[in-house]
């Protein structure tokens, strides 16, 4: 059987590299980490590949794979935020698309959002009874 240890990243496919990066980093507040150059497109015609280093792991996005295409049915990453009403108020101020409204579970919050490409992403907030909850 094989020992997995952690997940090493989750990647998103993009079209567009500089539109993709301009939403996580600037909208979402992510820090790139680059591996080349050519990678640190503003044109959005180069190919590459980003990955931004979150506490509990690696997210990338990448437009080198022709056949792995953006989808909104696709896998989802849920990233953990501290207020989630406060979030989509920013969001909407830039006019990024809502899928779900926010939606209240017995142990947290969560809404959809789109990124340019119409990925899903999940904002999620653990509730202060959440027995993982951290401040």
């Not at 909407?92 to 809404?111: R, T």
């Not at 990124?115 to 909850?133: A, E, M």
Request: with cysteine; hydrophobic share 35%.
């Amino acid at each position: 059987m094989i020992k997995i240890k952690d997940i090493a990243f989750t990647g998103y496919p993009v079209t567009d590299l500089a539109k993709a990066r301009h939403f996580y980093e600037n909208i979402l507040g992510l820090t790139a980490k680059v591996y080349s150059e050519e990678e640190a497109c503003s044109t959005g015609d180069e190919k590459g590949w980003i990955e931004y280093e979150l506490p509990s792991g690696t997210f990338a996005i990448t437009n080198v794979a022709p056949d792995w295409k953006p989808s909104t049915s696709g896998p989802s990453i849920a990233l953990e935020v501290a207020d989630i009403n406060s979030a989509l108020q920013d969001l909407k101020k830039n006019d990024v698309p809502i899928a779900l409204e926010p939606f209240e579970s017995p142990v947290c919050f969560f809404a959809v959002i789109l990124d340019p490409d119409k990925n899903s992403v999940i904002l999620h907030q653990r509730k202060t009874t959440h027995p993982d909850y951290t401040d």
